[in-house]
């Protein structure tokens, strides 16, 4: 069975901090996509990132950056000198199988609060 | 381009009522599913169409209908409102089904069934 563990209900942090949001998973399939997702408080959930389970590299786009570790299957998101406008209820997802959306699981979401 | 827009955005029903979520997107994406989040768990797949004519269930289908007579229209109806259906929806959609394919979200529908 899939799983996704987001184990940080809400995370509070002052603007300027860095922050990380973890992400576990439970998978028997080799191959998988990893997703993280964000919800501002408008409510749409806004795409983020995708990566696949052969690729293991970090990932970095601006104050944004994701580690994939398969040892320890966890897939966490780290926010670099947070900003206000980074406050957001934010998912991780997992989808099995790369033809398939229908099997796709969300952790149950990391609402994350930046004060300035 | 407006993407994915969902339809209302808040809803009460009263035990026992029907009524239809509308979903619309102009992206001309063959794949359209919904969800719904409640609190403390992760979205769950309700139903998923792969194009026109063609829906199938997801994970927790009960009590849901849904048809896709159009490519840019995927309702999902509720026929007769329980309050374990008390939830935020979510439509969804992708160019084409599979992890390949980024899914666009709507703003949700926020419904409370009393």
């Known amino acids: 069975a899939q799983k996704v563990t987001q184990a940080q209900t809400e995370i509070s942090v002052v603007e300027k901090e860095d922050v990380t949001l973890d992400c576990v998973y439970e998978?028997?399939?080799?191959?998988?996509?990893l997703f993280w997702y964000k919800q501002p408080p408008s409510g749409e959930l806004v795409f983020l990132i995708r990566?696949?389970?052969?690729?293991?590299q970090n990932e970095i786009s601006g104050r944004y950056s994701w580690n994939f570790q398969k040892s320890t299957s966890s897939f966490n998101f780290t926010i670099t000198a947070s900003q206000v406008v980074d406050s957001a209820v934010y998912f991780c997802?997992?989808?099995?199988?790369?033809?398939?959306?229908?099997?796709?699981?969300f952790g149950a979401g990391t609402r994350l609060t930046v004060k300035p | 381009n407006a993407g994915v827009t969902q339809t209302p955005k808040f809803q009460v029903l009263k035990t026992g009522q029907s009524m239809t979520l509308q979903c619309a997107q102009d992206?001309?994406?063959?794949?359209m599913s919904w969800y719904r989040q409640d609190p403390g768990m992760g979205l769950r797949l309700i139903h998923y169409?792969?194009?026109?004519?063609?829906?199938d269930q997801g994970e927790v289908p009960n009590g849901y209908n849904v048809s896709r007579s159009t490519t840019e229209d995927f309702p999902l109806r509720l026929l007769s409102a329980a309050p374990s259906q008390t939830s935020v929806y979510f439509c969804?959609?992708?160019?084409?089904?599979?992890?390949?394919?980024?899914?666009?979200f709507g703003a949700g529908t926020r419904l409370s069934v009393l």
């Open positions: 992206m001309n994406h063959e794949y």
């Open positions: 997802a997992l989808s099995p199988s790369y033809y398939n959306n229908n099997d796709m699981r």
């Open positions: 969804a959609s992708s160019l084409q089904r599979g992890a390949k394919n980024i899914q666009y």
């Open positions: 998978t028997r399939d080799t191959t998988y996509y």
């Open positions: 990566r696949n389970s052969f690729d293991e």
């Open positions: 169409s792969v194009g026109a004519g063609i829906t």
